[in-house]
Nanobody, 121 residues
C-alpha cells in the first residue's frame, strides 16, 4: 500500500525558515509530479509548489524567491525549503504525488496526512 509521510513542520518566528520532507512508501513503481499544498483555517487548499520527475518546477506567485522544492527520485522523496516565512503562511502543509504502484498500470493521486506550520509575528 502506498503512503505519503510528511515531516518537518513546526513553529518559527516571522522571517524564519523550515524544511518539509515527504517520503513515498510502500509499493511504489514510479512517481510523476510531486508537490506541496497548504490549507489555512477557513480557506481552500492551495498549491504551493510542484516538481515534475525531470525537475521542472512551478511555484505559487506568493512564494517565488522564498520557497524551493526539490526531489530525490532514488529515495522517492520531495522537500520544501521555506525561507522568510510570514505569519499568514501558517497552515497545514500537505504532500501530494501522482504515483504508479507496482502491478497497476495507471497513476493514482495520493495525499499525505499534513504537517502543521506555525509562523508567529
Amino acid at each position: 500500500q502506498v503512503r505519503l509521510v510528511e515531516s518537518g513542520g513546526g513553529s518559527v518566528q516571522a522571517g524564519g525558515a523550515l524544511r518539509l520532507s515527504c517520503a513515498a512508501t510502500g509499493s511504489v513503481f514510479n512517481i510523476n509530479d510531486m508537490g506541496w499544498y497548504r490549507q489555512a483555517p477557513g480557506k481552500q487548499r492551495e498549491s504551493v509548489a510542484v516538481i515534475a520527475r525531470g525537475g521542472n518546477t512551478n511555484y505559487a506567485d506568493s512564494v517565488k524567491g522564498r520557497f524551493t522544492i526539490t526531489r530525490d527520485n532514488a529515495k522517492n522523496m520531495v522537500y520544501l525549503q521555506m525561507n522568510s516565512l510570514k505569519p499568514e503562511e501558517k497552515a497545514a502543509y500537505y504532500c501530494n504525488a501522482d504515483i504508479q504502484p507496482w502491478k497497476l498500470g495507471i497513476s493514482v493521486n495520493y495525499w499525505g496526512q499534513g504537517t502543521q506550520v506555525t509562523v508567529s509575528s
